[in-house]
């Protein structure tokens, strides 16, 4: 079955993890074993091979550079002009895979359409990936004439903010609202019919930015706070304002943000029995509260900055979101409800967005 795939950090990891994503995973995981810089090396679980033999033909492809303030102590650049710069060499990168026939950027209803023929087409040539430019954290807009450049660029969504507080937003772990920078970005936005993901807005920032924004909302990775307590998390209040604002929520599979009581750097996923029927609690989750199978999508999140360490332990690659069918058929859901998890939904919102 198709998949889309609402978060992928596949730059970032080409970039900063030196991943060749044309290769393999097995073959990105032993180039890399030796090395110890990061606490996920040689356990990747994504590649352009795996995400075509999991028939992940479309997804959101991430651009993310943090601006660090001195009394910031999370990771980042020093100015929003160097985090810019580090989101346009990962474009570099997108193009580069399009000039390869790995990838294929979509901006447009038409290309849209034309890449889900393709892609529903048999062949024995390879497919190009369909990616959507997506900023994580938006602090290397510099100012508006570097949002009106990255639209034409080809960037279609955007979550303000990300771990930490932010330019332009409050995210995951920090207080307070959106101020006027927030405001006139969701602006912004809103004119270039640009789609706000809430994903990572802390609950401050979260509530005053639904309130200034009339545009395309969803969540592209984003899981419960009922059923694994944090602020990374929706509340059951968050998750019903987006289902009322015609939202999806991608299931992030990211171990901690499934099953309670992990402990980073030391739980496991087979002793915390975090596997992919964990999300799929939240999916449930969010269904009961819509009433319907409406509102959820995949946002897998996967090598975004962890691997097989902290994933579903019944997962090796990316290609195994296949096996969400049948966990989805044991629990009921229809085969419509299953198509409507796996792709369905976003594109519906992605239509409904981009229909003019
Ligand atoms: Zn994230």
Known sequence: MFVFDAHLDLAMNAMEWNRDLRLPVRAIREREAHLTDKPDRGKNTVSCPAMRSGNIGLCMATQIARYVKESNPLPGWHSPEQAWAQTQGQLSWYRAMEAQGEMIQITSLQQLENHLTLWSTPS???????????????????????????????????????????????????????????????????????????THLCDESFWE?????????????????????????????????????????????????????????????????????SALDHLDHICQLAGNALHVGIGTDLDGGFGKEQSPSDLDTIADLQNYIPLLEKRGYTITDIENFMHGNFLRFLRSTWKN
């Open 124 to 198: 024995e040539t390879k497919k190009p990936i369909g990616y959507i430019l997506t900023l994580e954290g938006a602090d290397s807009i510099v100012n508006f004439n570097y949002l009106e450049k990255a639209y034409e660029q080809g960037l279609r969504a955007i979550g303000p903010a990300h771990y930490g507080p932010g330019t332009y937003a409050q995210g995951t772990n920090a207080t307070g609202g959106i101020g006027p920078k927030g405001k006139a970005l969701l602006k912004e936005m809103e004119r270039l019919n640009i789609i706000l993901d809430a």
């Open 209 to 277: 930015a639904l309130d200034n924004f009339n545009g395309p909302i969803w969540a592209s990775h984003n899981n419960c706070r009922t059923l694994v307590p944090h602020n990374r998390q929706f509340s059951d209040d968050q998750i019903k304002e987006l289902i009322q604002r015609e939202a999806v929520i991608g299931i992030a599979l990211d171990a901690w943000m499934m099953v309670p009581g992990w402990k980073k750097g030391i739980s496991l996923p087979e002793e915390m029995g975090a596997t992919l029927s």
